[in-house]
């Protein structure tokens, strides 16, 4: 299997503070990638890195073999790397439906945009019967479904996807997780930030730990979950 | 007052002011998708309506370019006259670690630039007059008159409204530019061209302004100074919570209609104290303007 997404070596950081330095990591085609970390370890930047959104210092991004990081963040998106952002960023005075027409913005095939809304209310039903209701208006495990959907409304071949059980009850947190793990089933690679290390284990196949800006360890998940002292110490489970 | 005389008042304040607020709506849509995508109120606006107004005067009376070329090619002058500004300066100032008040400054700028390369002309050293654009005979509705042109205005600022309406709404391009105005940070990640909407919104406001320019010139006497109007679109913007477009239109209406109605019952003298009467009454018990939603503060 290829490397669908490689970062090489890559350093970022906000003025005097270094955020990320060394940082490498590959998602192969087709699986899912955790990437774990306490609170300001560096994964929302190495996400945002990826997207264009914070600037690398160094190194290199490869997407599908190609180098990705002096693209505009429009282009990132484009060639089919989609985010789906911490912190519920919806547009919350649009409607639910304009939030994922919207999702679509680098696409030009109106036939594709809108029968791909009928596919990804496949996946989350709740949003269909919400699609005029001001997206502001939702329930947190609603947003978070609405901000997925949206990212897949620009038909991504990757989906970054930064802590998405944060703030959830446990029964939502479940639907999500079977939802991305049915979205990988149905072929799409998942690069997965969460805090929440035993789920994320438990729906990856390799995961990396961050701490101050680096890795500190990676490894199959199914080997990271039975690391006792790796779990006491970088993952609080 | 007799209840004649006020039902007389009321209907000529009315028709009047939908006249005058359809403009001051115009303007003040401008002002606030400005404000929307790129944080910053534009305090040269007035002068952007007052440029405007005599590059549609100078084709149309010196160049004799009929009015149809006329206004299409103002517009167009005026679009590339904004977006140029936005990428030349105030992109610029921004990158600078621009805080907020380096960008007003900026657009104060632009306010006096514009004043003064239209005082070097020469053009504005005389008062001159635009000529009317449509029939000026009266027409009564009820016990109110207006002229011909009036209701001219009134529907092509309508027209006008409602294709920004569509606009927003319906295309690709106006909602990315709702949405870089709702959550700058989100439309960044769904592909939008954050940079690119940024020039193109000052490029549209402006011509925004440049149209209420053109429909309204005729019924002022053309100075250097006629940007000082914009004032009441800033009123309207503000009436209407400075971040809705829906608000900023009922916010223009409102306007239009109360400096209309103090000006008749009260006294012509007091027309000038009234927007900002609105003003002081909206901030006071609606602070977050007539349309303007929840009042939190902006998330950057
Ligand atoms: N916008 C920012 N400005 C300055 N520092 C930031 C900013 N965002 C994150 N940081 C800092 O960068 C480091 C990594 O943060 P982040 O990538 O958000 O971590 P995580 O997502 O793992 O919690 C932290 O020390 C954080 O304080
Ligand atoms: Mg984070």
Not at chain 1, 126 to 134: D, E, G, H, N, P
Not at chain 1, 152 to 181: C, H, N, T, W, Y
Not at chain 2, 194 to 212: D, F, N, P
């Amino acid at each position: 299997m290829s490397d669908l997404l490689a970062l090489e070596g890559i350093a970022a950081g906000y003025g005097s503070i270094q955020a990320l330095s060394g940082v490498s990591l590959r998602v192969t085609t087709g699986t899912i990638v955790a990437l774990l970390g306490s609170n300001g370890a560096g994964k929302t930047t190495t996400l945002n890195t990826i997207s264009r959104v914070v600037p690398l210092t160094g190194g290199r991004i490869l997407f599908d073999g190609e180098p990705i990081h002096e693209l505009p963040s429009s282009r990132v998106v484009m060639r089919g790397i989609s985010q789906v952002p911490e912190g519920r960023e919806i547009f919350a005075r649009m409607s639910v439906e304009e939030n994922l027409v919207i999702g679509a913005h680098v696409r030009r095939d109106r036939a594709g945009i809108a029968a791909d809304l009928e596919r990804v209310c496949d996946y989350f039903p709740v949003l269909k019967s919400r699609f005029r209701q001001m997206a502001g208006t939702l329930s947190g495990g609603e947003q978070q479904m609405l901000l997925i959907a949206r990212a897949l409304m620009a038909r991504p071949r990757i989906l970054l996807l930064d802590e998405p059980s944060l703030g959830l009850s446990p029964i939502m947190v479940q639907q999500i997780f079977k939802i991305i793990r049915r979205l990988n089933e149905d072929g799409l690679t998942v690069l997965l930030v969460e805090q929440n290390a035993r789920l994320a284990l438990a729906v990856s196949q390799y995961a990396y730990v961050m701490e101050n800006g680096e890795i500190r360890f990676e490894g199959r998940s199914a080997d990271l979950v039975k690391d006792d002292g790796l779990r006491r110490t970088y993952l609080g489970v | 007052m007799t209840w004649e005389l006020f039902l007389l008042f009321f209907q000529q304040s009315l028709m009047s002011g939908l006249v005058t607020g359809s403009i001051y709506a115009l303007l003040a849509l401008a002002m606030v998708m400005i404000f929307n995508t790129t944080d910053v109120p534009n305090f040269g606006q007035g002068e952007i309506f007052m440029v405007a107004s005599y590059i549609a005067l100078v084709l149309l009376v010196f160049a004799s370019v009929p009015y149809l070329v006329m206004i299409p090619l103002t517009l167009a002058a005026v679009f590339f006259g904004g977006a140029i500004f936005q990428r030349l300066v105030l992109k610029r100032v921004a990158l600078a670690r621009g805080a907020s008040v380096n960008l007003v400054i900026a657009t104060l700028g632009l306010s006096y630039f514009l004043k003064g390369v239209m005082r070097q002309t020469g053009i504005a050293e005389v008062p001159r007059s635009f000529p009317a654009l449509f029939p000026t005979d009266s027409v009564s509705i009820g016990m109110a008159t207006a002229t011909v042109q009036d209701f001219a205005i009134l529907g092509l600022a309508l027209a006008a409204m409602a294709a920004f309406f569509l606009f927003f709404h319906f295309t690709r391009t106006g909602r990315a530019m709702r949405a870089v105005g709702m959550n700058p940070r989100a439309a960044i990640l769904v592909g939008v061209d954050i940079e690119r909407m940024r020039w193109l919104v000052w490029g549209l406001s402006s011509a925004i302004a440049a149209l209420a320019g053109i429909l309204i010139s005729p019924k002022l006497l053309m100075t250097a100074d006629m940007g000082i109007v914009v004032i009441l679109g800033f009123a309207a913007a503000i009436v209407g919570g400075f971040t809705s477009l829906p608000g900023a239109v009922v916010g223009g209406f409102v306007i239009g209609i109360v400096e209309n109605m103090v000006g008749l019952f009260v006294s012509s003298k007091a027309i000038v104290v009234a927007p900002f009467l609105a003003i002081m009454l909206v901030l006071l018990l609606r602070p977050q303007g007539l349309l303007g939603g929840k009042a939190t503060a902006k998330k950057v």
